[in-house]
């Protein structure tokens, strides 16, 4: 069984830093990436960064230059850091997981709740 347990979410001023922590535990065949989406009260799901098993990372137009994501092989951990905090970011975070290119994500974390005000 595969489950991603996601961490790191908080309240955090314009401007400021936080980073997202999504550790994996089960097995898994043939990932096509891994991902983080968001989502705000009454939006749809937007996809924010992938990366793919050899590193190959995508970003979004809106958070390309203040996010990045990573992941720690060692501790089947994946990241966002995320910095210069807009308040447009306020929302959810997910972290996903694909098995097939083209495909709807297979694999989700519960999601943590990001907040950036003042």
């Known amino acids: 069984q595969v489950q991603l347990v996601e961490s790191g979410g908080g309240l955090v001023q314009p401007g400021g830093s936080l980073r997202l922590s999504c550790a994996a535990s089960?097995?898994?065949?043939?990932?096509?990436?891994m991902g983080w989406y968001r989502q705000a009260p009454g939006a749809r799901l937007e996809l924010v960064a992938t990366i793919t098993p050899e590193g190959t990372t995508v970003y979004s137009d809106s958070v390309k230059g203040r996010f990045t994501i990573s992941k720690d092989n060692a501790k089947n951990t994946v990241y966002l850091q995320m910095n210069s905090l807009k308040p447009e970011d306020t929302a959810v975070y997910y972290c996903?997981?694909?098995?097939?290119?083209?495909?709807?994500?297979?694999?989700w974390g519960q999601g943590t709740q990001v907040t950036v005000s003042s």
């Open positions: 089960g097995s898994i065949s043939n990932i096509d990436r």
């Open positions: 996903a997981v694909r098995v097939q290119a083209g495909s709807p994500y297979d694999y």
